[in-house]
T-cell receptor, first 112, second 117 residues
Framework: KQEVTQIPAALSVPEGENLVLNCSFT??????LQWFRQDPGKGLTSLLL?????REQTSGRLNASLDKSSGRSTLYIAASQPGDSATYLC???????????FGPGTRLSVLP | DTGVSQNPRHKITKRGQNVTFRCDPI?????LYWYRQTLGQGPEFLTY????????KSRLLSDRFSAERPKGSFSTLEIQRTEQGDSAMYLC???????????????FGAGSRLTVL
């Protein structure tokens, strides 16, 4: 059974810092991996999708990497801003089926 | 079409009552998903539709849960004889299969929060 974990569970940084969020998954037979952002009481917003054949994806200040063989992905946020404060979740889609397995998320606070 | 719409946003009910949630996906999206999320946890998969066909169901979807997508457009999730353990946020997501790339970016609705007293 695929399990997804995220470290740290919570992170607080001053504005302007670069930071890295970590995601680990137990079964490397994945189709793709997505990073999402969730604001309190709201749904999820997709940030980046990495196919299993890709190593990284970039969007603005965000860069996500994927090392499928080791079961790891990282989300790098450059020059953090208070508006980046949210919970960040990673999810993997396995090779079979359409189910996405989510991690518990990392709650990020960027202090002004 | 501004995104995935879910109604109601919040439902409070007494144990044993039935509740129904509705999801209106993005119109050109043929795939629709239901997830359940409890506080401090990531969403858990419940079920998946491609057009009107329900192709996958999680073991979490007990006999008290039923989902439909009658015309391949909107979907409903019904919970019968609600229990306190059903209290959660019920999230709907939709996507359009990108067969050329295999990408499947999910667009989520804001969710329907269920409180069972």
């Amino acid at each position: 059974k695929q399990e997804v974990t995220q470290i740290p569970a919570a992170l607080s940084v001053p504005e302007g810092e670069n930071l890295v969020l970590n995601c680990s998954f137990t079964d490397s037979a994945i189709y793709n991996l997505q990073w999402f952002r969730q604001d309190p009481g709201k749904g999820l917003t997709s940030l980046l999708l990495i196919q299993s054949s890709q190593r990284e994806q970039t969007s603005g200040r965000l860069n996500a990497s994927l090392d499928k063989s080791s079961g790891r992905s990282t989300l790098y946020i450059a020059a953090s801003q208070p508006g980046d404060s949210a919970t960040y979740l990673c999810a993997v889609r396995e090779n079979y089926g359409q189910n996405f397995v989510f991690g518990p998320g990392t709650r990020l606070s960027v202090l002004p | 079409d501004t995104g995935v719409s879910q109604n109601p946003r919040h439902k409070i009910t007494k144990r044993g009552q039935n509740v129904t949630f509705r999801c209106d996906p993005i119109s050109e999206h043929n795939r629709l998903y239901w997830y359940r999320q409890t506080l401090g946890q990531g969403p858990e998969f419940l079920t998946y539709f491609q057009n009107e066909a329900q192709l996958e169901k999680s073991r979490l979807l007990s006999d008290r849960f039923s989902a439909e997508r009658p015309k391949g457009s909107f979907s409903t999730l019904e919970i019968q004889r609600t229990e306190q353990g059903d209290s959660a946020m019920y999230l709907c997501a939709s996507s359009r299969a990108q067969f050329a790339t295999g990408a499947n970016v999910l667009t989520f609705g804001a969710g329907s929060r269920l409180t069972v007293l």
